[in-house]
């Protein structure tokens, strides 16, 4: 019969942990930093911390580009790319929508 606790966590997988934790916050004080010096204000910054959280959603999400085309020649499943077009279609969109709502209503 098996125990209803769950198993203790390995050496590896506490300094891991401990790892993470130490750059979460050692990120802080160079956050504070980047926004007190950055040119523009905290608008930049904070874009480049949205654009970095979801680099890394993606990176492991494993939606690239590469693994889509990889997929469509080891698997020969094309969808993946479809999707991975559609995604790129949609960013593009975004973009210009974005770029065209600057340009109109801010001075």
């Given at each position: 019969?098996?125990?209803?606790?769950?198993?203790?966590?390995?050496?590896f997988?506490?300094?891991a942990?401990?790892?993470?934790?130490?750059?979460?916050?050692?990120?802080?004080?160079?956050l504070?930093?980047a926004?007190?010096?950055?040119p523009?204000g905290w608008?930049?910054?904070?874009?480049?911390?949205i654009g970095l959280?979801?680099?890394?959603?993606?990176?492991?999400?494993?939606f690239?580009?590469?693994?889509?085309y990889?997929?469509?020649?080891?698997?020969?499943?094309v969808?993946?790319?479809?999707?991975?077009?559609?995604?790129?279609?949609?960013?593009?969109?975004a973009?210009?929508?974005?770029?065209?709502?600057?340009?109109?209503?801010?001075?």
């Amino acid at each position: 019969m098996r125990s209803a606790t769950k198993p203790a966590l390995t050496v590896f997988a506490l300094a891991a942990r401990r790892q993470k934790l130490a750059l979460a916050l050692a990120g802080l004080p160079l956050l504070g930093v980047a926004m007190q010096v950055a040119p523009g204000g905290w608008r930049p910054v904070t874009l480049w911390i949205i654009g970095l959280v979801l680099g890394v959603a993606l990176y492991h999400a494993s939606f690239g580009f590469a693994s889509a085309y990889r997929r469509m020649i080891s698997m020969n499943l094309v969808h993946y790319v479809s999707a991975n077009a559609t995604y790129l279609l949609t960013r593009l969109f975004a973009l210009f929508l974005f770029s065209w709502c600057v340009r109109t209503w801010l001075p």
